[in-house]
């Protein structure tokens, strides 16, 4: 968690602003959305909203947008395992989570393979035990020798057994989402509170697909939280300008919004940006460009206007591989998100590739700007001690052995994990390591250290017992 910043940036006007979420409802309105779902679809129209269960549109009247997002809550707890670890959204913090959805395992060179299993369990385990992180992704790397229908399971008894943070909650299959609750009812009870946080992507333009709509639909009636992102890449799946981009992410994520409160009122949600940008030579995505940072500070703005939690992008790059580039793209995200006043950052550690690839010694790095911004983000105390006025000028020498540098240094000045303060000819003495090979070591450090958060063994047995059940099937 990291606290927001005194002011946040904005890049709209307040006219800008009331102008794109305008035409955005005019979109819902004139357009609608495509929703592939019947039972959706049924709900809407039983809410009052115009539909059409043959075409599988449904419009949304200004009015009755106003009416349905002022029911969602404004602020909401994710619960955890360990209730010292539940985190709130909408509040004046940033979480960060991990990364999100990659197929691949990039390794120094940026040589990527398929992720495995033993991926998914050792990056669990490193986004577990780093301070960092706050909510722990459910696809962290994709588990690609796990046959489709046994991935949700094997996901989901990783998750609770080496983690006691919040999480994130399966969405490839109606399967793996039944699989999901049925196992985080085993650790947590009858979830009367969220405990599950979902990742919805809207199928940019202007469609909810039939595996998102139904796994939304099966969150929300188990009163899950669901986390809203359109798929926005500009001139590709979206208009080419920044505004145009605005205003169709904007009417996606708050008609998807209203649909969710529509089928059960009061239903928590974070409203967001995934990607944004694009690149129009070869018409990939855009992730760690300027439109990136861009559509997230502006799509902040548009979320405070209706006083609902935001997510961003944060530490992406479009680098395929931990270097110069991924540093300053990353960087730039990285701030985008903290001066934006964002609540969720997601893709928050260890991702290449435009989301292709997760890295080991990238998700330490990463860890590392996280407590850089941490830092930043730290009050600055003024008072008579900090003052010091009565040691300035009248210190000869150095300060360094002053009972008052002692008190304060831990405090007041941060010390990086990556960079040893190694002389010049004591770095080059061990052979020149940069901050890539100190992140290969860390990774090992911390891939050993002993599980404090076990689970108890009941519920253990129970997740076991679970997954072993549903392997006959496969």
């Not at 599950?196 to 709509?213: F, Q, V, Y």
């Not at 926005?232 to 605005?246: D, E, Q, R």
């Not at 997230?296 to 006083?307: D, N, S, Y």
């Amino acid at each position: 968690m990291i606290e927001h910043p005194r002011n946040y940036a904005e890049l709209l006007s307040p006219d800008d602003v009331d102008r794109i979420h305008a035409a955005a409802l005019g979109v819902l309105n004139r357009e609608g959305l495509c929703i592939q779902s019947a039972a959706i679809v049924r709900c809407l129209a039983d809410a009052g909203l115009r539909a059409d269960a043959r075409r599988q549109r449904v419009w949304f009247h200004p009015d009755e947008v106003e009416r349905h997002l002022a029911a969602a809550p404004k602020s909401w707890m994710l619960c955890a395992r360990n209730p010292r670890r539940s985190i709130r959204f909408g509040g004046a913090q940033l979480h960060i989570c991990p990364g999100y959805g990659s197929p691949f395992v990039a390794d120094r060179e940026g040589r990527r393979r398929p992720a495995t299993l033993r991926d998914f369990e050792d990056f669990t385990t490193l986004a577990a035990r780093c301070d960092a992180v706050d909510l722990m992704s459910c696809l962290i790397v994709e588990p690609t020798d796990v046959p489709v229908r046994r991935r949700g399971p094997e996901i989901m008894r990783c998750l609770l057994s080496r983690s006691d943070k919040p999480l994130m909650g399966p969405v490839h299959s109606g399967e793996a989402v039944d699989d999901a609750l049925a196992m985080a009812r085993i650790v947590f009870g009858d979830l009367k509170n969220p405990c599950l946080l979902a990742l919805i992507n809207i199928n940019s333009p202007l469609r909810l697909d039939a595996r998102m709509a139904e796994a939304m639909l099966a969150y929300l009636r188990a009163g899950q939280a669901i986390l809203l992102t359109p798929g926005i890449m500009m001139g590709i799946t979206a208009p080419a300008t920044v505004a145009g981009a605005l205003v169709q992410a904007w009417a996606e994520l708050i008609g998807t919004a209203v649909a969710a409160q529509a089928i059960r009122p009061g239903a928590p949600l974070v409203l967001g940006t995934g990607g944004f940008g694009s690149d129009l030579r070869c018409g990939a995505s855009g992730f760690g460009r300027p439109e990136n940072a861009i559509g997230l500070t502006a799509g902040a703005q548009l979320a405070r206007r209706v006083g609902l939690p935001y997510r961003g992008s944060a530490m992406v790059t479009g680098s395929r591989l931990p270097d110069c580039r991924g540093g300053y793209e990353r960087m730039m995200t990285a701030l985008s998100a903290w001066h934006a006043g964002a609540h969720l950052a997601l893709q928050g550690l260890g991702i290449l590739d435009c989301i292709n690839s997760m890295s080991y010694e990238q998700f330490v790095v990463d860890a590392e700007i996280w407590g850089y911004l941490r830092r930043l983000a730290q009050p600055i105390a003024v008072d008579n001690d900090t003052l010091a006025v009565d040691l300035i000028g009248r210190t000869e020498g150095s300060y360094m052995a002053l009972e008052h540098t002692v008190e304060h240094m831990r405090r007041e000045i941060h010390v990086p994990s990556l960079a040893p303060p190694d002389s010049y000819e004591g770095w080059l003495a061990a052979g020149g390591p940069d901050v890539v090979e100190h992140a290969a070591y860390r990774v090992k450090e911390i891939l050993v250290q002993s599980d404090e958060r076990p689970l108890p063994d009941d519920a253990r047995r129970a997740l076991d017992d679970y997954v072993a059940a549903r392997r006959p099937d496969c």
